[in-house]
């Protein structure tokens, strides 16, 4: 018989391989990386009753997401992925809805979100420049209250009134905004922080955006030309404009540190989209920086 094969290595005490210890502090819930702080919030919900889970959310609105910048985040990702399609269930017809920072490009949540390399939670992005998530955030803390207090208590009425200021002139103004956000930067009109926070730029239009067929067939942009045309320093920050919202009117609201001036206002019908009214108001809004070329609002 043949001798049996020796061993591939000979056998020795195993040791463990050579980490470095240093000097390093013991992580802490201000240290953790985000994936990790959420699922330790994510981790505090319970498979019991609906009851105790509407208390936990309440405990995360009004006491866990003031702790820090990290957990602020983590809060605000389950509260808005919670609530989402109940607020979406109260926006009335012919108005739409777009709160998620993370479907803006221009968002410093889409930068985190698509990075190879996350953020740590000390310098998270706090605020979305989509105007319409701090009108879900308003009403993601309504709604958590007026759940517990109604489980707590059966002669507690649900205050109707507040949820329709929210969604008769809140959410549409607020849409209505981040429209004319999304337009005026596209025709060079109206310019945005960058993601990285330094300076302000207005988009040229792209492929992406409206079109319409030209007298020999041919396909032409709405504003690609004009844009590509326009001087980045007659663009109106973004931070700078609102609107004023009413059934039969908007208009567009300039604010500077002198004084504040309503720049444009077109009229409206009930049954008119908000994305018609963002069109009529850039229009008029790229009318009135033609006449204005050196309004001085950077």
Not at 69 to 75: E, I, N
Not at 188 to 213: E, H, I, N, Q, Y
Request: net charge positive; charged share 20%; proline share 10%.
């Amino acid at each position: 018989m043949l001798p049996p094969a020796p061993p591939y290595a000979e056998v020795c005490p195993v040791s463990p391989p050579p980490f470095s210890m240093g000097d390093r502090p013991p992580p802490t819930l201000v240290t953790l990386p985000p994936h990790l702080l959420l699922r330790i919030v994510y981790e505090t919900f319970s498979k019991g009753e609906v009851i105790h889970q509407r208390k936990v959310l309440y405990w995360l609105t009004m006491s866990l997401r003031l702790v820090s910048r990290g957990l602020y985040v983590a809060c605000m990702h389950i509260l808005r992925s919670t609530y989402i399609p109940a607020y979406e269930a109260l926006i009335r017809p012919p108005y739409t809805s777009d709160p998620f920072p993370l479907s803006l490009p221009d968002s410093p949540f889409a930068a985190y979100g698509s990075s190879a390399a996350p953020l740590s939670a000390s310098v998270l992005p706090m605020q979305s420049m989509q105007r319409e998530t701090r009108v879900f955030d308003l009403f993601i803390a309504l709604k958590v209250r007026e759940d517990v207090w109604a489980d707590d208590s059966s002669l507690h009425l649900e205050r109707k009134e507040s949820f329709k200021d929210l969604f008769d002139l809140m959410q549409p103004r607020a849409r209505l905004e981040d429209l004319v956000r999304a337009y005026g930067r596209r025709d060079g009109l109206v310019s945005v922080p960058s993601s990285s926070g330094v300076g302000a730029t207005p988009l040229v239009a792209s492929p992406s955006c409206d079109t319409k067929k030209g007298a020999n067939g041919s396909v032409e942009s709405f504003g690609k030309g004009r844009a590509q045309g326009r001087a980045a320093s007659t663009a109106l920050p973004f931070s700078a404009l609102s609107v004023s919202f009413s059934p039969r009117a908007v208009g567009l609201v300039l604010t500077t540190s002198q004084r504040k001036k309503t720049i444009v206002q077109v009229p409206r019908t009930r049954v008119e989209t908000l994305e018609d009214s963002a069109r009529k108001l850039v229009r008029e809004l790229r009318a009135w920086i033609a006449a204005n070329p050196d309004h001085g609002v950077r």
